[in-house]
């Protein structure tokens, strides 16, 4: 079972980002797939999650109108698409399987965002 994220991103104020997890290893419509950051020094933030079986998401209000999850079940891969992006939201962004405690996690994808 993996999870697979795309590579390091660096961003300007206002611009969007989207990063990528693929799945492998698994049945991948069975899991919800989470996605979370670590901005440097903090905790983890949770983001919100998306079932791949219907594409439903659900999206904890920090972020509410300015992130999308998307699931492709042709490639197994969901994505995570924030937009308006600003210094804040520089950060590691995780996927990560199922509900707590997530078994599987994604390696980290670095976001940073820089005038």
């Known amino acids: 079972i993996q999870l697979v994220q795309s590579g390091a991103e660096v961003r300007t104020p206002g611009t969007s980002v989207k990063v990528s997890c693929k799945a492998s290893g698994y049945t991948f419509t069975s899991y919800f797939i989470n996605w979370l950051r670590q901005a440097p020094g903090q905790g983890f933030e949770w983001m919100g999650r998306i079932d791949p079986e219907d594409g439903k998401a659900k999206y904890a209000e920090t972020f509410q109108g300015r992130v999308a999850f998307t699931a492709d079940t042709s490639t197994n891969t969901v994505y995570v698409e924030l937009t308006r992006v600003t210094f804040n939201d520089t950060a590691v962004y995780y996927c990560?399987?199922?509900?707590?405690?997530?078994?599987?996690w994604g390696q980290g994808t670095q976001v940073t965002v820089t005038s």
């Open positions: 990560a399987r199922g509900g707590k405690p997530y078994e599987r």
